[in-house]
């Protein structure tokens, strides 16, 4: 059964919409009250049966009182306009209210902040916390989700034996795929989800050859979820920065079969994760990495200014061979990772360009695995001493600082130690990275080769220049 405790189900609600009187309304729900009134603030709706029957207009809001628990599902209806979204918040002071699903219209322009969603039950199945989901053939605009808390959902947590409940369940769904659908203008921001089967936010906004367009999931915060962390599928320029995914794999509801990854994109056109977080991540069948630029995307995938630690799948995976080719660019650059000694990849079609990243993994040998088109630029390796680094007719090594782990055969670079700050200490914060600053008297420093088109800025936001020498590793600054 699917269940879900915040649903947007597409349907007659645009026509039922165009209906309604142009004033904006507000829309009062109190399901701590003894009987249903007219749904003014002095007379709320007492249950969701009453405001699911409320057809909304652009500039109207649905507001849930706070403190109170609504037991069912939540189905709003009505299309707002970009100048006018149609509002779902809270009301009142104190905690957060909360929509329990209890494993229990078509629209535009919904903004939902200020409320709590659960969905737990005794055993997982197909749940969700928020689910967002098109049909009807068309393309559809304007779906904000921010400052939510969604927690306690028993979603599926076997992919292996249950995938498309898996890839249906978690905090958050947007799912603009089917019939054709398409989403424009996703955003979602300054969430707070964990204790979730199959995973924390995942978005898909349309197909192959009708990608969604402004797709941004930005500041987000997710942690002991049974699944992925983030997930954008199908989208066109998609920005997924600032999050902060841990111990995935873990939590109320932890992973039991399949793959999970930390951040990833599929069947994206030139897709960016940027400036964010992933730690601790379980091992999966195969996956657990950080990143992952998967299959069917197109033009370019960049990974960039992130931190990751101690992820059991390692740093990030190539999987343009896992579905139909994208053949995208992959490009990895002014990354930290620590602890995180693995890559893996699967796909022959793309170039990887791997640059100026720090790989610190001095207790563990490298698993380190790229596609036969790789170019290995400007990155600190600190590993053991029976690791070994990958060699091939199209893989290039330049400018790279080697400690403890030997060169690859063949190829140039150097070997020492890099100096950091204080490297191997940081913790759940891009800050926390700043350990894998350069000293003043690292050999590291203006050993880069110039790479161009570099991004301009390292992890810690010095210039990059296009002409003059950078240092090896993620730091560009003087040192310090």
């Known amino acids: 059964m699917t269940t879900n405790a915040l649903r947007f189900v597409r349907g007659i609600a645009l026509v039922a919409a165009l209906a309604q009187p142009l004033l904006a309304k507000d829309i009062y729900l109190d399901c701590g009250s003894a009987k249903s009134g007219d749904g003014s603030r002095s007379r709320p709706f007492s249950t969701l049966t009453n405001a699911n029957n409320a057809v909304l207009s652009p500039g109207d809001s649905l507001n849930v009182k706070s403190g109170t628990i609504c037991a069912g599902t939540l189905s709003p209806k009505g299309s707002g306009t970009q100048e006018s979204p149609i509002t779902l918040t809270s009301y009142g002071g104190g905690p957060l209210p909360i929509i329990n699903g209890s494993g229990a219209a078509e629209a535009d322009y919904w903004d939902i902040s200020n409320i709590a969603i659960i969905n737990p039950a005794s055993s997982v199945a197909w749940r969700r916390g928020i689910v967002g989901t098109s049909s009807d053939g068309t393309i559809h605009h304007g779906l904000y989700i921010h400052d939510i808390t969604v927690y306690n959902v028993a979603g599926q947590t076997n992919k292996a034996t249950q995938s498309a409940a898996f890839i249906a369940s978690g905090g958050i769904l947007v799912n603009g795929t089917e019939k054709l659908s398409r989403y424009d203008d996703v955003q979602i921001y300054n969430n707070t989800i964990y204790d979730c089967g199959g995973g924390g936010i995942k978005v898909r906004v349309g197909q192959m050859d009708n990608r969604g367009k402004g797709t941004h999931v930005w500041g987000n915060k997710i942690s002991y979820v049974g699944g992925d962390g983030v997930v954008v599928s199908y989208g066109e320029s998609p920005i997924i920065e600032r999050n902060k995914a841990g111990f995935l ?232």
């Open 249 to 480: 794999g873990h939590g109320k509801y932890p992973w039991t079969g399949g793959n999970f990854a930390g951040i990833w994109v599929l069947g994206c056109q030139d897709a960016v994760m940027r400036f964010n977080v992933v730690h601790d991540s379980l091992m999966s069948d195969i996956d657990s990495e950080a990143f992952d630029c998967d299959w069917g995307n197109e033009g370019t995938c960049t990974v960039e200014y992130n931190y990751s630690h101690d992820n059991a799948g390692g740093i990030f995976l190539n999987c343009d061979g896992c579905g139909t080719p994208g053949g995208a660019r992959q490009i990895v650059r002014y990354n930290v990772f620590q602890n995180d000694c693995r890559m893996y990849s699967n796909g022959d079609n793309v170039q990887l360009d791997f640059y100026n990243n720090v790989v610190y993994c001095p207790q563990k040998d490298f698993e380190i695995a790229v596609p036969p088109h790789t170019n290995m630029s400007n990155n600190i390796w600190v590993g053991t001493a029976n690791s070994t680094l990958p060699i091939g007719d199209g893989i290039e090594w330049n400018a790279n600082l080697f400690q403890t782990v030997p060169k690859p055969v063949g190829t140039a670079g150097s070997m020492g130690d890099p100096r950091f700050l204080s490297p191997g200490k940081g913790q759940d914060t891009l800050e926390s990275a700043d350990g894998y600053m350069l000293q003043k008297e690292s050999p590291a420093l203006h050993l880069g080769v110039v790479i161009t088109d570099n991004g301009g800025r390292d992890f810690w936001n010095n210039q990059v220049s296009q002409s003059k020498r950078p240092n090896t590793g993620a730091y560009n600054g003087r040192g310090v």
